[in-house]
């Protein structure tokens, strides 16, 4: 079975962040990540939220781009920005595949 919701720091654990980034881009983007909470508070991240926390990370870090402009290419044109965060990922999936090969060699 697939899991459903992470926690915070299990969602910071899967885009190699730190937890305060994950807080601050969702505190900063609640028009795109809306965690649920629990009956204390804590976030709950869908696997929906991460792909767009990935999104972020990709137009925040790799791009160089405001929070303003992030939150702009956003909104012009999510499927181009997505499509190129999942080419990214396979590309990375490949290269850590090569690694294994070669230190098998």
Known sequence: MEKLLWTIGETAAL???????????????PDFIKPSRTQKGDRRY??????????????????????????????ADRAKVSGRVKAIGILEGIRDRLSEIKKGL
């Open 15 to 29: 885009l190699d962040e730190n937890v305060s980034a994950i807080r601050f881009w969702t505190n900063s983007f």
């Open 46 to 75: 869908t696997a929906d939220d991460i792909q767009t926390l990935k999104e972020l990370r990709f137009l925040l870090k790799d791009k160089g781009l405001s929070l303003e402009g992030a939150r702009q290419r956003l909104q």
